[in-house]
């Protein structure tokens, strides 16, 4: 499902158990209205799992594990177990509406850089079009700009997608990911901003510290995260407070380590990570749009120089066969 009709859905969902509507009902009432293949499969799957007399979050890791991420499971994992399933889901339809938010910003950061790609290949080849000679094909170069410039954005698009699978699970590949210019930066925030959502509904799930730390980890889609959470669940186990086995995982952010250790002080851990959860998103926010002021900016950049190398080659393919004539 696209990120837009999981925010829809999910919201759909926490409207419904928030009325105290059974959850049979209210996936009966959903699976009535039309909607999208997958949301029906995804509720459909709810629905038969409950029907065997499973949890929801055990129901949707059966039927429905190619359609959710780690973050899906452990929001529903942690509602159900807190008897607030309506907050996760509201968590859940604010993320994904933030996401859908930032995919937006980014397809229309990049429409006008394309179009000016597309033109830099069709206008050099303007004039051989109208004045065609015998050995002349500029069709042939036309279409092979356009298969060029398709299969970049295509092939970008799918080794973006595969490298940000493998980072769930490779701190390594995570680490290269993040040091890509502006989405790198938006990627960490994003992965602390899940952690900090899973680890609130956790806390108020009343499980323990390491569930909590390592449920986090796996839910933030980070494998430098992940690994960390791994690390400092151990030190929980032995222990260690929540502060200081964190800033052993060493992937945490010092700022975040700082705060999480003083709201431990306090017994306050839950406001923070829900504040933290809340700052970090927006953090990713700003990190979309700038990256929605720069890279187009970056294209325009790059469709310039294309343009003016080929306005070169063509003068001199013109200029160059008179040359030849005179001499």
């Known amino acids: 499902m696209k990120h837009r009709e999981k925010a829809t859905l999910y919201r759909e969902l926490a409207k419904l158990i928030e009325a105290a509507l059974h959850l049979d009902r209210s996936l009966n009432l959903l699976l009535t209205q039309k909607g999208h293949r997958a949301r029906h499969q995804f509720l459909t799957g709810m629905k038969k799992g409950v029907e065997e007399g499973m949890g929801l979050a055990e129901s949707v890791k059966k039927y429905n594990a190619a359609l959710v991420t780690g973050l ?18 509201n968590h859940l339809a604010r993320y994904f509406a933030a996401m859908d938010g930032a995919e937006q910003k980014a397809r229309q950061a990049m429409i006008y850089p394309l179009i000016l790609a597309h033109l830099a290949i069709f206008l050099p080849e303007l004039p051989a079009l109208i004045v065609a000679q015998e050995d002349d094909h500029p069709l042939r170069r036309i279409m092979l700009g356009l298969i060029i410039v398709w299969g970049l954005i295509i092939g970008g698009q799918m080794a973006w997608r595969w490298l940000s699978a493998k980072a769930t699970t490779s701190p390594g590949i995570d680490a290269w990911l993040n040091r890509v210019p502006f989405m790198g930066t938006a990627r960490q925030h994003w992965a602390l901003a899940r952690f900090c959502q899973v680890a609130h509904a956790c806390l108020l799930a009343a ?24 690390i400092a669940a151990e030190q929980i186990i032995e222990g260690q407070p929540l502060g200081e086995s964190l ?6 952010d010092i700022d975040f380590i700082h705060s999480i250790a003083t709201a431990e002080e306090v017994g306050k851990i839950d406001e923070e990570m829900a504040r933290w959860s809340t700052a970090e998103t927006l953090a990713a926010h700003e990190s979309i749009d700038r990256a929605a002021l720069w890279l187009p900016k970056a294209g ?21 066969g008179m040359l030849q004539q005179f001499e």
């Open 72 to 89: 899906e499971l452990a929001l529903i994992e942690a509602g159900e177990r807190s008897g607030k399933l309506a907050m996760s889901f």
């Open 207 to 230: 499980l323990n510290m390491s569930e909590t730390v390592r449920l986090a980890g796996r839910a933030s889609q980070s494998g430098i995260l992940n690994h960390a959470a791994e």
């Open 247 to 252: 800033a052993e995982g060493g992937g945490f």
């Open 300 to 320: 325009y950049a790059v469709v310039v120089v294309f343009v003016v190398y080929r306005i070169v080659s063509m003068v001199q393919g013109i200029y160059g």
